[in-house]
């Protein structure tokens, strides 16, 4: 093997050896990245699934105040809800005002009250409650769906005595037929729109975080412990070594990246075999230069902040100079997603950062336009080169050595 | 008979850190065979001199030549021991100096025989495979020691490989350096413990604010000094006052000097000065 290639590849080796020997590491680069997505996807939704199959067989308390009304009564004995009949209390403004029952829901002795009068043709409710109890909210809510209810009886009945058709009086304009067979794209590019959405956002920010933590162990890191003289005394070149650690960095941060991705993946997966969503159609060339993108993305990012991390003067510094560079990610990461793609202006496509997710956002809804490609790869190649050229002139400084101590 | 070719040449060098002048004008020629002393106090230029020779410095003026290679050119002849040792703590001694000998373009299989050779003669054979976290500061030496030797370097260059270590340690050492000497090899050995350089070194070379005050054998600079042992001819050869170190000066970090202004509108280092 060349015996540049070989040192490069001995660096990155130790690199990654050493790095993935904290289990701390093997935590932020494997197992988060991995669950992620199906905890977010899948799991949450589970969760919340569960809750709310809960919620609905919670059977609530609720006292009702006031006039009685069979129609409603018979709505509401369908929904779980345990009734006692009492009085309103007196001296009351509106049935909105808690007066004496104010602790009673406040202390949860019952879940909800519902007030009810009939004043000749129109009756009048109210429904106190606790906001910020469950059961409480549950409880309101299943009152007012089932008031509802008997209000469209009631509006309906009304409207029939006058010799009126309900349908035709309250929805003269209607939709004809399956509003979801009117969309003519397909559920593959669906899904493609709605991934090109938040994928170019997350490879963005994790690609950008995930490389922080071996940039600053890397290099300020190794300042600090004291391994970067008997480093440097080695018969390799500085740029050998920031191509190593480079390598190493970018190796890392790809498994992450790459283990978000499958995770995605599996995630998207479930979620089609249950046809929540399509499986987005993305043809091989978009995918390439998905890759190709997130590649030069990685190069850029990864050598600056092992740039940014090498002019620290301890792991404290380096922190605080890159901590910053996500935030510096999310903003143009989130305001390149409101910009509309359709008849988009070249520009876009040469500015740094938002050219790079543009370009996803395009690949992602298979779009291949010649001149947005040359624009981004020509530009994001420039950048990428530049933040190398930083990296490698901040690896050849001399104070390097000078202030080891 | 020829005289033999010198092993390193420094011919001339200076070596500047901004508008600090590191060296001035220091001329040392080394042989094959010997143990050399570099000797002096904290910040006298012994470390500078020595990272200067093994390449990671490039002087400001003058040349370094190995044999007739130039120093940068010629790193894989030489074997360093930083001060700090170097090691990994979450590799095993032997993934560190295999890393090492890797980069030098050694075989494993050759570089597993020397280090074995040495840690033998070290009694650390059995340390090879455990992780370098633990180790204590005697330990860490002994195989930084065996990770600069691992290659079979020309020269050793050892900083300051006694310090912190405790006395069997420190003893081990400098048997290790002995035998290498006695072995062949040349070793340029900073201390600034004057009992140890008499004891292990060949030649000494008093380093003092930067510049070279005496070269050679321990007996000559005694008499050289008209003094009656090292210790008073060192205090002789050094009378003028010693330098602050030259990392004293170091410059602080942008954010943190911005930072430390920012909210003490002055530098602890600024008030320093105006003492």
């Given at each position: 093997?060349?015996?540049?290639r070989?040192?490069v590849l001995?660096?990155a080796?130790?690199?990654v050896?050493?790095?993935v020997?904290?289990?701390?590491?093997?935590?932020a680069i494997i197992i988060i990245p991995l669950l992620l997505f199906p905890v977010l996807f899948i799991a949450f939704p589970?969760?919340?699934?569960?809750?709310?199959?809960?919620?609905?067989?919670?059977?609530?308390?609720?006292?009702?105040?006031?006039?009685?009304?069979?129609?409603?009564?018979?709505?509401?004995?369908?929904?779980?809800?345990?009734?006692?009949?009492?009085?309103?209390?007196?001296?009351?403004?509106?049935?909105?005002?808690?007066?004496?029952?104010?602790?009673?829901?406040?202390?949860?002795?019952?879940?909800?009250?519902?007030?009810?009068?009939?004043?000749?043709?129109?009756?009048?409710?109210?429904?106190?409650?606790?906001?910020?109890?469950?059961?409480?909210?549950?409880?309101?809510?299943?009152?007012?769906?089932?008031?509802?209810?008997?209000?469209?009886?009631?509006?309906?009945?009304?409207?029939?005595?006058?010799?009126?058709?309900?349908?035709?009086?309250?929805?003269?304009?209607?939709?004809?037929?399956?509003?979801e067979?009117?969309d003519t794209a397909t559920k593959g590019e669906q899904a493609g729109l709605a991934l090109s959405l938040f994928i170019p956002l997350v490879i963005a920010i994790w690609t950008a975080s995930s490389a922080i933590?071996p940039s600053?162990?890397?290099?300020?890191?190794?300042?600090?412990?004291?391994?970067?003289?008997?480093?440097?005394?080695?018969?390799?070149?500085?740029?050998?070594?920031?191509v190593?650690?480079w390598t190493a960095v970018a190796f890392i941060t790809s498994i992450g990246v790459g283990l978000q991705i499958a995770g995605l993946l599996f995630a998207i997966t479930y979620l089609a075999s249950n046809s929540i969503i399509g499986v987005p159609e993305i043809s091989v060339l978009a995918i390439m230069l998905m890759f190709t993108a997130v590649l030069i993305f990685a190069i850029m990012i990864v050598a600056f902040e092992l740039?940014?991390?090498?002019?620290?003067?301890?792991?404290?510094?380096?922190?605080?100079?890159?901590?910053?560079v996500v935030?510096m990610i999310i903003f143009p990461a989130l305001f390149t997603q409101v910009i509309n793609l359709d008849g988009i202006e070249s520009f876009w496509f040469a500015i740094p950062l938002v050219n790079i997710l543009l370009a996803m956002r395009e690949l992602l809804l298979d779009r291949v336009i010649t001149e947005h490609v040359i624009i981004w790869l020509i530009s994001s190649i420039a950048y990428a080169t530049l933040a190398a050229?930083?990296?490698?002139?901040?690896?050849?400084?001399?104070?390097?050595?000078?202030?080891?101590? | 008979?020829?005289?033999?070719?010198?092993?390193?040449?420094?011919?001339?060098?200076?070596?500047?850190?901004?508008?600090?002048?590191?060296?001035?004008?220091?001329?040392?020629?080394?042989?094959?065979?010997?143990?050399?002393?570099?000797?002096?106090?904290?910040?006298?230029?012994?470390?500078?001199?020595?990272?200067?020779?093994?390449?990671?410095?490039?002087?400001?003026?003058?040349?370094?030549?190995?044999?007739?290679?130039?120093?940068?050119?010629?790193?894989?002849?030489?074997?360093?021991?930083?001060?700090?040792?170097?090691?990994?703590?979450?590799?095993?001694?032997?993934?560190?100096?295999?890393?090492?000998?890797?980069?030098?373009?050694?075989?494993?299989?050759?570089?597993?025989?020397?280090?074995?050779?040495?840690?033998?003669?070290?009694?650390?054979?059995?340390?090879?495979?455990?992780?370098?976290?633990?180790?204590?500061?005697?330990?860490?030496?002994?195989?930084?020691?065996?990770?600069?030797?691992?290659?079979?370097?020309?020269?050793?260059?050892?900083?300051?490989?006694?310090?912190?270590?405790?006395?069997?340690?420190?003893?081990?050492?400098?048997?290790?350096?002995?035998?290498?000497?006695?072995?062949?090899?040349?070793?340029?050995?900073?201390?600034?413990?004057?009992?140890?350089?008499?004891?292990?070194?060949?030649?000494?070379?008093?380093?003092?604010?930067?510049?070279?005050?005496?070269?050679?054998?321990?007996?000559?600079?005694?008499?050289?000094?008209?003094?009656?042992?090292?210790?008073?001819?060192?205090?002789?050869?050094?009378?003028?006052?010693?330098?602050?170190?030259?990392?004293?000066?170091?410059?602080?970090?942008?954010?943190?000097?911005?930072?430390?202004?920012?909210?003490?509108?002055?530098?602890?280092?600024?008030?320093?000065?105006?003492?």
């Amino acid at each position: 093997m060349n015996n540049g290639r070989n040192i490069v590849l001995q660096i990155a080796k130790k690199e990654v050896l050493e790095f993935v020997r904290d289990w701390r590491t093997i935590l932020a680069i494997i197992i988060i990245p991995l669950l992620l997505f199906p905890v977010l996807f899948i799991a949450f939704p589970l969760l919340l699934q569960s809750e709310a199959d809960e919620l609905d067989s919670l059977a609530v308390n609720v006292s009702w105040q006031g006039d009685y009304n069979s129609e409603l009564n018979d709505i509401l004995n369908q929904s779980e809800i345990n009734f006692v009949f009492e009085d309103i209390p007196s001296g009351i403004d509106n049935l909105s005002t808690p007066s004496t029952d104010l602790e009673r829901v406040r202390n949860q002795d019952i879940d909800a009250i519902l007030r009810l009068t009939n004043d000749s043709n129109q009756w009048e409710f109210a429904v106190l409650y606790l906001s910020t109890s469950e059961s409480s909210n549950e409880a309101r809510n299943r009152i007012l769906d089932s008031i509802n209810e008997w209000e469209s009886q009631v509006v309906n009945g009304t409207l029939i005595k006058a010799g009126l058709d309900p349908n035709e009086t309250l929805d003269p304009i209607k939709w004809d037929g399956d509003w979801e067979y009117a969309d003519t794209a397909t559920k593959g590019e669906q899904a493609g729109l709605a991934l090109s959405l938040f994928i170019p956002l997350v490879i963005a920010i994790w690609t950008a975080s995930s490389a922080i933590q071996p940039s600053i162990d890397m290099t300020a890191g190794e300042r600090e412990r004291g391994t970067l003289e008997a480093l440097l005394s080695l018969p390799a070149s500085r740029l050998q070594l920031l191509v190593g650690k480079w390598t190493a960095v970018a190796f890392i941060t790809s498994i992450g990246v790459g283990l978000q991705i499958a995770g995605l993946l599996f995630a998207i997966t479930y979620l089609a075999s249950n046809s929540i969503i399509g499986v987005p159609e993305i043809s091989v060339l978009a995918i390439m230069l998905m890759f190709t993108a997130v590649l030069i993305f990685a190069i850029m990012i990864v050598a600056f902040e092992l740039a940014l991390a090498m002019k620290a003067q301890s792991v404290k510094e380096a922190g605080t100079l890159l901590g910053p560079v996500v935030i510096m990610i999310i903003f143009p990461a989130l305001f390149t997603q409101v910009i509309n793609l359709d008849g988009i202006e070249s520009f876009w496509f040469a500015i740094p950062l938002v050219n790079i997710l543009l370009a996803m956002r395009e690949l992602l809804l298979d779009r291949v336009i010649t001149e947005h490609v040359i624009i981004w790869l020509i530009s994001s190649i420039a950048y990428a080169t530049l933040a190398a050229l930083y990296a490698a002139k901040q690896f050849k400084r001399e104070d390097l050595v000078a202030s080891i101590s | 008979m020829d005289e033999p070719k010198p092993l390193l040449t420094i011919s001339a060098v200076s070596k500047k850190f901004g508008d600090i002048e590191a060296l001035s004008n220091v001329d040392v020629v080394i042989n094959s065979g010997q143990v050399i002393g570099l000797v002096g106090g904290n910040g006298a230029g012994k470390t500078t001199l020595l990272r200067l020779i093994s390449g990671v410095l490039e002087p400001t003026t003058g040349s370094l030549m190995f044999k007739e290679k130039k120093v940068s050119k010629s790193r894989e002849r030489i074997g360093v021991v930083p001060e700090s040792t170097g090691l990994y703590a979450r590799l095993t001694a032997w993934e560190n100096i295999r890393f090492h000998s890797r980069i030098y373009g050694i075989e494993d299989s050759v570089s597993w025989a020397r280090t074995y050779h040495f840690a033998k003669r070290l009694d650390i054979k059995d340390e090879l495979s455990r992780h370098t976290k633990g180790f204590s500061r005697g330990m860490r030496q002994k195989i930084a020691l065996l990770r600069a030797l691992a290659h079979g370097p020309d020269i050793l260059l050892l900083d300051e490989p006694t310090a912190g270590l405790d006395v069997t340690s420190a003893r081990t050492v400098r048997h290790l350096v002995g035998q290498l000497r006695d072995e062949g090899g040349t070793v340029i050995y900073s201390t600034h413990h004057l009992a140890e350089a008499e004891q292990v070194c060949d030649r000494i070379i008093i380093v003092h604010n930067g510049t070279i005050r005496a070269d050679g054998h321990p007996d000559e600079l005694i008499k050289s000094t008209m003094t009656t042992n090292l210790e008073e001819a060192y205090v002789e050869l050094t009378k003028d006052k010693a330098r602050p170190r030259s990392d004293a000066k170091e410059k602080e970090g942008r954010i943190s000097k911005w930072w430390s202004k920012f909210l003490t509108g002055t530098t602890p280092k600024e008030v320093g000065e105006d003492e």
